[in-house]
């Protein structure tokens, strides 16, 4: 039987604070000890693909900050990927999932606990969040979140599962904890519902860009400057509310066969102005930026500068390392720029968004 991380809301950390790049907040939380302890345990017992050690990490000249990372091993030793043939494709039991993984790789199951009442409801008697190890990491503590394995659910978002990973990054007292999420067509690895959870050290833009109010009373806004996306914000008296509008844009896009790539982070209130310094170092709420873009099918290439959930966050993971020392910030926007959707396109999609959420 696996280890459990019971958790309400009380658990969560609203004193998180990030000024001049740096962290202020708590020492490390419950949550934080249990996935970074778990993870170097399997690192020390040689259960990934290869030993991550410090890797080389440099900031990109220019106004976006890009975190350039080499990760050459990632690229070489990795579990090749499916190829996937559609965004709404069913899950396939003979292909890999994580129902065929090493126990040994599981650090944690998730359990919430439902205040109220005299009976305590935990939420994994609805569908259990299984956390393991990534064995091919990006970054130190690098794993995925699983709901429920045995429900063989395909690679499309959920309501438990944002909640759920909303409520991981509240339960983290470091600002530099992330959750993500890559749809089929998005560069989505494996067609069993997941999200990747990691720490890096840096700061990304993403955590304040300026923002505009579309829906705001459903935590709904457009993300101002490049890349273009979406973004919904929450602290921790919304969640769940926050949790089901993001269902409703990411069904909406899943109807339609919009790929799309999530980035759940500690950030700032939205603005669509400068801030003041003390708005601007806030990080007690969570942003989950919504990136639709265009799909790419087929299997990745390894080699290859893949725009996924990372990259368009501003974190840049590179498995060679030509590309990590040339690349230049023009560089990278001019491959970003390729998968993201026509002006056109877009911003046809934010009214219908808009409109969409406004009726429902």
């Known amino acids: 039987m696996s280890l459990q991380f019971v958790y309400s809301s009380r ?5 998180v ?10 020492p490390a939380t419950e949550f934080d000890a249990t996935v970074q302890a778990g993870w170097t345990d399997r690192m020390t017992r040689g259960l990934f693909r290869y030993h991550l050690g410090d890797l080389q990490t440099r900031i990109l000249l ?23 043939l559609s965004i709404q494709q069913e899950f396939n039991g003979k292909q890999f999932n994580f129902n065929k993984i090493n126990p040994e790789e599981i650090i944690v199951e998730m359990i919430k606990e439902v205040e109220g009442g005299n009976k305590k409801r935990a939420l994994h ?24 394995p045995s429900r063989c659910f395909p690679q499309v978002m959920t ?19 992330r959750v993500g999420f890559n749809s089929l067509g998005a560069f989505a690895s494996v067609n069993h519902l997941h999200l990747h959870g990691y720490y890096l050290d840096h700061e990304l833009k993403v955590e304040s860009r300026p923002a505009k109010p579309l829906v705001p009373e459903k935590g709904f806004y457009r993300l101002l400057d490049f890349p273009e996306g979406f973004l919904f914000y929450t602290e921790s008296d ?3 509310k926050v949790a089901e509008a993001i269902c409703q844009v990411t069904d909406f896009l899943v109807g339609r066969n919009i790929a799309h790539n999530l980035f759940v982070t500690r950030g700032c209130p939205p603005c669509d102005r400068p ?5 601007h170092c806030s990080r007690k709420g969570v942003r989950i930026a919504v990136w639709p873009r265009t799909a790419c099918f087929g299997a990745k290439e390894q080699s290859a500068f893949n725009v996924a959930l990372c990259e368009l966050a501003g974190h840049l993971p590179f498995m060679n390392k030509k590309d990590y020392e040339f690349n230049t910030e023009k560089d990278v926007i001019d ?26």
């Not at 604070?17 to 708590?26: A, E, H, Y």
């Not at 801030?275 to 708005?279: I, S």
Request: overall charge negative; glycine content about 6%.
């Open 62 to 84: 220019g106004p976006h900050g890009f975190v350039a990372q080499l990760n050459i091993e990632r690229g070489i030793e990795r579990r090749k990927p499916q190829e996937m």
């Open 335 to 360: 491959i970003i720029q390729r998968y993201l959707l026509p002006d056109s396109e877009f911003h046809m999609l934010e009214q219908q968004l808009t409109r969409h959420l406004m009726d429902v």
């Open 17 to 26: 604070r990030r000024c001049n790049g740096n962290r202020l907040g708590s």
């Open 159 to 177: 309501h438990f599962a944002i909640q759920a990973g909303i409520e991981s990054v509240l339960l983290s007292s470091d600002p530099g904890f």
């Open 275 to 279: 801030q003041n310094e003390k708005d």
């Open 11 to 15: 658990d969560f950390v609203a004193d």
């Open 125 to 148: 008697e609805l569908c259990r969040m299984v956390v393991l190890v990534n064995v091919s990491p990006l970054e130190f503590g690098h794993c995925l979140l699983v709901p429920d």
């Open 238 to 240: 919304r969640v769940e």
